[in-house]
Structure formats: C-alpha cells, structure tokens
C-alpha cells in the first residue's frame, strides 16, 4: 500500500482523476482551523498499484497529524507527498517537477543545532529507490532530483529567499509540508517521498502573484509524474 498525502483540494483531485476503483474511507474526525476537517480519503488503483490519497491541509502541524493517522490506519510500505512549490533555483521553471533526495526545515534556528540540508535534527533522506526511478520514465515535463526546503511560510519576500540561499544555497524550491511528512515517517520507520511541482518562481520578483493561474498545470504535472513513478516503484 501507497499513501499519497496532498495539502491541497486541488492537488489531491489531480490524482483522483487518474485513478481506478475508487473508495471513500475516512481517518479519525479533528478540528481544522475551526471547522471539522475534510477526513475523506479515497482508495483505488493508481498505475496498477493499490494507493490511499490523503488530504492533509495546508502546513506543517496538520500535515504531521494527518500523515500519523495515515500510518496508523493504512500501515503504508510507503508516503509519498505531493504538491506545489516555489523554485529557488534560476533553471527550475513553472511546470517543472522536483523529487526530493532530502528534505529540511529552513526556518528552524536553534543555537548548537547545525543549520542545513544535512543536519540531523531538521533534514531527512527521502526514498532512494523512488526519486532514481525519475531517470527510467519518459515524460515532456522537466523532473529534477535534489534538495526540498520547509516552512511554514509562503516565500515571497527577499528577506526569506536570502535566508533559504544562506543556509541551503542547493535547493531547488520551497513549499509548506514536506518536512513534516519525512520526519513523521522517520518517527515511526516508514519510507517517504517528496515530489513538487513548480507553481510560482520565488527568485522573479512578483512571480507569486501567479500562484492561483499555474496552479491547475502545477498539479496535474505533479500528479502525471508521480503515477509514472509509482508505476515502476
């Protein structure tokens, strides 16, 4: 079993779409944001393989508890989180799809804590075997191996990107969750894969503001290519 975490509706919906057999099953009732959540999930085939797709919600708390519940309930072999991002690299263009080596957390700062893409205690390896299955699928779609940075925080500001550039200068985007899911996946021993697709360029400045207009191609792309990956997983 497979469990593909998404933040967003719209990314989760890409994958449904691709999907065979489809079942609804639920995960335990929480509060989000004050409003019950949205605990459907649905069950089917995707690429011939049995999948669980999991809506997470925006950030790193709730995409933490949802991936604990998910593990719990469906005791996956593998998580893979899916979603858009903003590139911090200068070749890494909207469209394009990233799947992670490693994942951090660049705004924790913690005095004796080394701060980078290596780190102990804020970076984790992702799946080897997923992200080296990029170089055996045939796709139009720019894909890329590397570095994911975190955060609970849309990057838009110069201030941020100069910070992400300090401390790892090597990551090619940014986004809000992927952290979270590696490191619950760590705590309980479960493989994880990170894989974002390019919604907005955080080095042009202003290129957020067209987030919402690529966010459709962003996750079908992202979707496109992780079922090719599982495909072969």
């Given amino acids: 079993m497979i469990v593909i975490i998404c933040a967003m509706s719209e990314e989760r919906d890409a994958f449904i779409s691709l999907m065979n057999d489809v079942k609804i099953v639920k995960l335990e009732n929480i509060n989000y944001h004050g409003m019950a959540f949205d605990n459907k999930c649905y069950k089917g085939k995707?690429?011939?393989?049995?999948?669980v797709i999991v809506h997470s919600?925006?950030?790193?708390?709730?995409?933490?508890?949802?991936?604990?519940?998910?593990?719990k309930k469906f005791k996956p072999e593998l998580v893979v989180n899916v979603g858009c991002a903003g590139s911090l690299n200068k070749n890494i263009h909207v469209g394009d799809v990233v799947v992670a080596t490693r994942v951090a957390d660049w705004d924790v700062d913690v005095p004796g804590w080394e701060r980078s893409i290596y780190s102990d205690k804020m970076s984790f390896a992702c799946?080897?075997?997923f992200s080296k299955l990029i170089k055996s699928i045939k796709t139009k779609t720019n894909v890329k191996s590397g570095f994911i940075v975190s955060s609970d925080e849309f990057i838009y500001k110069k201030s941020q990107v100069n910070t992400i550039k300090?401390?790892?200068p090597d990551a090619l985007c940014g986004e809000m969750e992927g952290s979270s899911v590696a490191n619950t996946c760590y705590a309980f021993g479960v493989n994880s894969a990170i894989i974002?697709?390019?919604?907005?360029?955080?080095l042009v400045s202003g290129n957020y503001k067209k987030f919402d207009f690529n966010l459709k191609q962003a996750c079908d792309n992202a979707a496109d290519i992780c079922a090719k990956i599982i495909k072969r997983y």
């Fill in 46 to 51: 995707l690429s011939g393989k049995d999948v």
């Fill in 57 to 71: 919600g925006v950030g790193k708390v709730y995409a933490a508890i949802v991936t604990s519940l998910a593990i």
């Fill in 127 to 129: 799946d080897g075997r």
């Fill in 166 to 168: 300090k401390y790892f």
């Fill in 196 to 202: 974002r697709s390019i919604s907005d360029e955080t």
